[in-house]
């Protein structure tokens, strides 16, 4: 019997036989803990291992992206105590300046295709984005990893979901997220790794990868695996700034199910309070005033997000009372946004550039929702209280800037 993507992953890092459902010990790649969770880290470390050196330093490393920079006395607190340990240790930091840490290791050629990568971060299995097997674990887990390098796991039955169609302008990558959110719900992809296929999902680059396989999460997956034509291939060679190709199902491979799912005609759509899950199409939308938008996240933080956005506020401004706050998803981001001229774009329309982070996801973040609030937002969850006290709606950058100019959620084509 032929192996998926994931269990080609998991036996290129074990010596045990990998197949669905077995707990193998596995080789981890790259370790990494970020502001949440890097303090309690470093504390277990302390307690169960003391002085004893971490397994490789130059495969472990920190990154600050949660509240960054610090704006709590706990986040201050916390992100030192990781700075000492690192120093102690000899540890790499990508500190507040640095931006989402899922992007910065892909952006710095660290979370490479067919490669494992762990950390405190539950959206890590982004990764999957460039075919690296991302996971996010708890302290305990990740302090086990940092002394040893490796962590056992159970392997994931896989789910083939195969795209039929094509999409357009108005509809993005985004859409097409929640439309397939939409037909698998929370149940099916439950604690199982999927794979996409299909023309639309071999054309998507790499921006495009990152919010589909960013909310696998919230799809209850384990992590989302992409296919590739070979402009894609291209594309991942110059992001990660290496020619490695992820490795491919084998024909004979053995799939928990198969799903079709049809997207011709795709339209915009937004996921409706309080859940991802509950999408509908933006047109069934009428008369949602909105006080504010967010767009950023590592769904839609991206250069492509951020501009398509400026395309649509350029010339135009924010309805008055509306606030829009963009946080670009890391500082390479950033400075690209600057290069052609976005960031001018986005000011003169009257939205608030913050620095590359997290943004406005949970508590702690810039850009939260007080009681009676209504937000539309890039992000990839709007759980009751995740963005504060208010309601959010999820949708594309392109759906988010056309509804702060209109004050009320809007198809992009009505602008």
């Not at 992001?239 to 339209?267: C, H, M, R, W």
């Not at 069934?284 to 996240?297: E, M, P, Q, T």
């Not at 620095?355 to 937000?375: D, F, M, S, Y």
Request: net charge neutral.
């Amino acid at each position: 019997m032929g192996k998926t993507i994931i269990e080609k992953i998991i036996q290129l890092h074990t010596n045990e036989e990998v197949s669905p459902g077995k707990i193998v010990w596995m080789d981890l790649d790259i370790r990494s803990a970020r502001d949440f969770g890097g303090a309690n880290v470093v504390k277990n470390y302390e307690r169960e291992y003391g002085d004893q050196r971490v397994a490789d330093p130059e495969k472990t490393f920190f990154t600050f992206d949660l509240v960054a920079p610090a704006k709590t006395l706990k986040y201050a607190d916390n992100q030192q105590i990781c700075r000492e340990f690192a120093k102690k240790h000899g540890i790499k930091i990508f500190d507040v300046d640095m931006g989402i840490g899922s992007h910065v290791l892909m952006e710095e050629g660290l979370a490479l295709p067919n490669t494992t990568v762990v950390g405190t971060d539950s959206h890590l299995n982004i990764l999957g984005a460039v075919g690296c097997f991302g996971q996010g674990m708890g302290d305990v887990d990740i302090t086990f990893a940092f002394r040893t390098g490796k962590t056992w796991f159970e392997v994931p039955e896989t789910l083939k979901v195969i795209i039929n169609g094509k999409f357009n302008y108005p509809a993005t990558a985004k859409d097409l997220t929640l439309f397939i959110l939409k037909n698998l719900g929370t149940e099916k992809a439950l604690g199982k790794a999927i794979e996409f296929y299909g023309e639309a999902i071999e054309n998507l680059s790499i921006a495009e990868r990152i919010t589909l396989c960013s909310m696998v999460t919230e799809m209850g997956g384990i992590i989302g695996f992409t296919s590739f034509n070979q402009k894609r291939l291209s594309e991942l060679k110059d992001f990660i700034g290496k020619d490695i190709e992820p490795v491919k199902a084998d024909q004979d491979a053995n799939y928990s199910e198969i799903i079709e799912i049809d997207i011709e005609g795709l339209t915009p759509h937004v996921a409706v309070p309080f859940s991802p899950s509950n999408v509908k199409d933006v047109s069934d939308l009428r008369n949602i005033k909105i006080d504010s938008g967010f767009i950023g996240s590592c769904t839609n933080g991206r250069v492509e997000d951020i501009e398509l956005a400026s395309k649509i506020l350029q010339g135009k401004k924010i309805r008055q009372g509306v606030r829009l706050v963009i946080v670009p998803a890391t500082k390479r981001v950033y400075k690209k946004l600057l290069e052609k001229g976005i960031i001018e774009i986005l000011f003169k329309a009257g939205a608030i550039i913050l620095n590359p982070g997290c943004g406005g996801c949970a508590e702690g973040h810039a850009g939260l929702t007080g009681r009676g609030e209504v937000q539309i937002s890039t992000g990839n969850r709007n759980f009751a209280g995740k963005q504060g006290k208010g309601m959010t709606y999820l949708a594309s950058p392109a759906v988010v800037a056309s509804s702060c100019i209109a004050g009320e959620i809007i198809n992009p084509n009505k602008i």
